[in-house]
């Protein structure tokens, strides 16, 4: 057996004893085993006759696949390894999958029935994507783009979201379903809907869809993009190389903590899906009492009782979630992170340079504060006419034992996150340009301005226990109270940027650790500095230091900056003792400043990824919310496959968005003069910051003018004229290899 071989076998083993003893031998469900059976020969058969149908229509060579991703068909890819491309390359595959289903009855021939059926599914969905049947038809979602999983993906791995929760069948009531998926939603769970509980969650008046993280895929085989969607999380934030297929069933099960409920009735192709993602490691309860013979105690269970059927089904997947009591009258969860909250939903809002705003975090001493206060300067929001733009602010005061003016900073920006927690509450950028909304539903539910300090003074105390003690807001919405308040935030808003623009690396005596990644890439460390923050953009040098205080004990810890080897490339024997020790071993020495020579590993949450592009002797940079191709020759999901996982790939890097601003960037390679190619949405986004940042640099505030983009084209070939044109300074700077 080769060493792949054994490799696979071990990880088989290992699976399997996860299982062991579910099933009493003695007296298996031999009638639960045949209906998997049963169901995995009617769904591979009906795959073969649609795929029969359409390669006789379009023929074998024809293109196959889902939009929106670079995983061709996830199942497959992440399972075996194939990239299908065209119809068919399915036929071997399918008859490959039929040829696993065995007619001797234990639980292991159930589960690979299962597999064989979410292959047969993938395929059907697949042949529907040919001829755009139900595709993104509301109510449904049907197949979740790329772009999906790239925004939620990494808070389902990481346990933001604390699971993914499959509703399938139909419920005895609209009414029933309608409690279970609120109270899903009210602990943050992610869920996939298909069959009647989707029209029932409507009956219901459930939020559903993207924004809400609840995905109503569609009836049929469309429950398999809640498979795809999960195996693509591995792919892409566990840094599992496709066709690994027991180490992406170790980590869905591990990871990705996914349950499934079904209601109703169930049929055999119904229960050959159960089986599937039983494969995965999610266990499955049925909303009514089964025979002894159809059971499997932990995996296939019974469960008649709606209003424990979610406690349930957590504490056999094993998910605990710490609840605080906040009083308010709407949910708070991170399931509502993505709700926008348009005009004609809106009640009132302020900010975001339509009104005068403001958001300020003050550290006070002991005296200045009273804990729990909220207080209220101006108008409540009853009296404010609906629809309205008023002037608004907050003023958060924050006492603790170990808190520090330099952490002001680093919670005032979770006042982003805290507030969005809130279902039918909106915000959105931070300081003085923060904008706030209401819905009008939330307004209804009781909503009034104190409700945004019981959010915060929970939060905050909940997440930052180490330095915060004592928490007082008050809220102001009396225009001239906001205006005076204004002007001292922005004092406060320029002593920090001061403060901050003299915090460099050479200033700090040691730089911070971060493993909080390592759940997903066991062997990716983040070495994060004053002037380049973490690679997912969301821990700063000050973020790490306050984790540190917060938890010494956490994802952050100091790492001293001792044995200069390289100052130009950023290379000192602490920063490779530590990175190699907390790699698994596997970095042996690490880049602070290069790209190209022995870069910083890469984990899978990064917000772009630089890639090198030799026929114009530069670098472009892609991000999540770009799609399409690049000049090298990957799309951004290619690129994260290769580069994510926590490996070392010269040439190729992730990183936070703003790292292109630091003067640090790649630094040892020809820093931002090498920038040949962003999208457009990102030269946007970096807009005014880019400019200032190259006219800092020596390069002139016109170099933004300089740089390609999906505009001007997607290859080296086609950007070459323009930057010849404009005169880019990479084609005349030394050679990058």
């Known amino acids: 057996m080769t060493d792949s071989g054994v490799l696979r076998r071990e990880w088989e083993d290992s699976f399997e004893e996860i299982y062991e003893g579910a099933v009493d031998e003695a007296n298996p469900p031999l009638p639960l085993f045949q209906k998997a059976y049963d169901g995995a020969i009617i769904a591979t058969s009906y795959a073969e006759i649609l795929l029969n149908k359409a390669i006789r229509r379009y023929g074998p060579e024809h293109p196959v696949g889902y939009p929106d991703t670079g995983y061709y068909l996830p199942v497959i890819t992440a399972y075996s390894g194939e990239q299908v491309t065209k119809l068919g390359e399915l036929v071997p595959i399918l008859n490959r999958l039929r040829n696993q289903i065995k007619e001797e009855l234990n639980f292991l021939n159930a589960r690979l029935c299962g597999e064989a059926t979410a292959y047969a599914a993938e395929i059907i969905e697949a042949v529907r994507y040919l001829k755009g049947d139900n595709l993104h038809v509301a109510p449904w979602t049907g197949f979740l783009g790329d772009p999906v999983v790239r925004r939620y993906g990494i808070l389902l791995v990481d346990w933001t979201i604390p699971g993914q929760a499959v509703l399938v069948g139909k419920a005895k009531s609209s009414e029933a379903l309608g409690k279970i998926v609120t109270d899903l939603q009210s602990k943050g769970f992610m869920i996939f809907m298909s069959y009647e509980v989707i029209d029932q969650a409507i009956d219901a008046g459930c939020r559903?869809?993207?924004?809400?993280?609840?995905?109503?895929?569609?009836?049929?085989?469309?429950?398999?993009?809640?498979?795809?969607?999960?195996?693509?999380?591995?792919?892409?934030?566990?840094?599992?190389?496709?066709?690994e297929r027991e180490n992406q069933r170790d980590y869905q099960r591990r990871r990705v903590r996914a349950f499934v409920l079904h209601f109703g009735e169930r049929d055999e192709v119904q229960i050959a899906a159960h089986f599937a993602a039983i494969f995965m490691g999610f266990p499955v309860l049925i909303d009514h009492e089964l025979p002894a013979d159809e059971q499997i105690p932990n995996w296939y269970i019974p469960h008649p009782d709606y209003d424990t059927m979610v406690q349930v089904a957590m504490e056999v997947r094993g998910i605990k979630i710490k609840i605080v009591d906040i009083p308010v009258p709407f949910m708070v969860a991170p399931a509502f992170e993505g709700e926008a909250i348009r005009r004609k939903d809106m009640y009132m809002e302020f900010g975001g340079g339509r009104t005068p705003s403001f958001e300020l975090v003050r550290m006070v001493s002991e005296d200045e504060i009273e804990d729990g206060k909220i207080e209220l300067v101006g108008p409540e929001i009853n009296d404010i006419e609906q629809g309205s733009a008023i002037s608004g602010g907050l003023e958060i005061k924050i006492y603790g034992r170990k808190m520090q003016v330099d952490f002001e900073a680093v919670l005032e920006r979770r006042i982003h996150d805290f507030i969005n927690?809130?279902?039918?509450?909106?915000?959105?950028?931070?300081?003085?340009?923060?904008?706030?909304?209401?819905?009008?539903?939330?307004?209804?539910?009781?909503?009034?301005?104190?409700?945004?300090?019981?959010?915060?003074?929970?939060?905050?105390?909940?997440?930052?226990?180490?330095?915060?003690?004592?928490?007082?807001?008050?809220?102001?919405?009396?225009?001239?109270?906001?205006?005076?308040?204004?002007?001292?935030?922005r004092e406060v808003y320029a002593e920090r940027d001061a403060r901050l623009a003299g915090l460099t690396d050479e200033s700090v005596e040691e730089f911070y650790s971060c493993k909080l990644c390592q759940s997903f890439a066991p062997n990716h460390v983040c070495i994060v500095t004053p002037e380049r923050l973490g690679l997912c953009g969301a821990v700063s040098w000050l973020d790490g230091k306050a984790s540190f205080e917060i938890d010494p004990n956490g994802p952050c810890e100091p790492v001293k900056k001792v044995g200069l080897i390289d100052e130009k490339l950023g290379i000192w024997e602490s920063i490779n003792e530590y990175v190699y020790l907390n790699s698994n071993r596997s970095i042996e020495e690490c880049s602070m400043y290069s790209f190209i020579e022995r870069p910083m590993t890469s984990c899978g949450c990064f917000e772009a990824i630089m890639g090198i592009v030799p026929e114009v002797n530069g670098v472009m940079v892609t991000t999540r919310e770009h799609g399409g191709m690049t000049p090298c020759g990957m799309n951004f999901s290619t690129l994260a496959g290769s580069v994510g996982g926590g490996v070392q790939t010269p040439g190729f890097m992730g990183h936070g968005r703003s790292f292109i601003l630091s003067k640090k960037f790649i630094s040892a390679d020809g820093g931002l003069a090498r920038l040949v190619w962003l999208p457009k949405e990102l030269k946007e986004w970096l807009?005014?910051?880019?400019r200032k940042s190259a006219e800092d640099q020596g390069l002139g505030a016109d170099f933004i003018d300089k740089i390609a983009d999906e505009t001007i084209g997607t290859t080296a070939e086609e950007i070459t004229p323009f930057l010849e044109e404009k005169g880019h300074p990479a084609l005349t700077m030394d050679p990058l290899m």
């Open 208 to 243: 559903l869809g993207i924004d809400f993280i609840t995905f109503t895929t569609g009836n049929f085989t469309q429950v398999i993009h809640a498979v795809n969607y999960a195996l693509r999380a591995g792919l892409a934030f566990g840094g599992i190389p496709p066709g």
């Open 421 to 489: 927690y809130g279902e039918g509450l909106w915000h959105t950028a931070q300081r003085d340009i923060a904008w706030y909304r209401v819905s009008n539903d939330c307004v209804d539910k009781g909503f009034k301005f104190r409700h945004y300090g019981e959010l915060l003074i929970a939060k905050f105390k909940d997440d930052f226990p180490a330095i915060v003690d004592r928490v007082q807001v008050t809220i102001y919405t009396d225009p001239e109270a906001v205006e005076k308040k204004l002007a001292e935030a």
């Open 687 to 690: 807009g005014d910051d880019l």
